[in-house]
Nanobody, 115 residues
Framework: QVLLVESGGGLVQAGGSLRLSCAASATIFSVSTMGWYRQAPGKQRELVATLTTDSRTNYPDSVKGRFTISRDNAKNTVYLQMNSLKPEDTGVYYC?????????WGQGTQVTVAS
């Protein structure tokens, strides 16, 4: 069963914007810290943003001020708004749901930023 489904990736010019979506099952979404991670070729997967059920957010310095994570509880969907994109933002972006001893990943969506 597919529990997390990402969409919204694509090709964008440097300085442009993209909005990623992650649709989750209702039961997972209600109890989970939701997150976005990315992985570039030859690199480790890295944290992009997290959002807790009580609306606390966390961003690394590399994206702080440019990316925003949010959720729509009615749609069981988490979003990642990416502005002022840079070539180094290129990679496969993965949605994540984590709660207690559980950890679920989506299939990933490709984001390519052209210089």
């Amino acid at each position: 069963q597919v529990l997390l489904v990402e969409s919204g990736g694509g090709l964008v010019q440097a300085g442009g914007s993209l909005r990623l979506s992650c649709a989750a099952s209702a039961t997972i979404f209600s109890v989970s810290t939701m997150g976005w991670y990315r992985q570039a070729p030859g690199k480790q997967r890295e944290l992009v943003a997290t959002l807790t059920t009580d609306s606390r957010t966390n961003y690394p310095d590399s994206v702080k001020g440019r990316f925003t994570i949010s959720r729509d509880n009615a749609k069981n969907t988490v979003y990642l708004q990416m502005n002022s994109l840079k070539p180094e933002d290129t990679g496969v972006y993965y949605c994540n749901a984590a709660w207690y001893g559980h950890n679920v990943w989506g299939q990933g969506t490709q984001v390519t930023v052209a210089s």
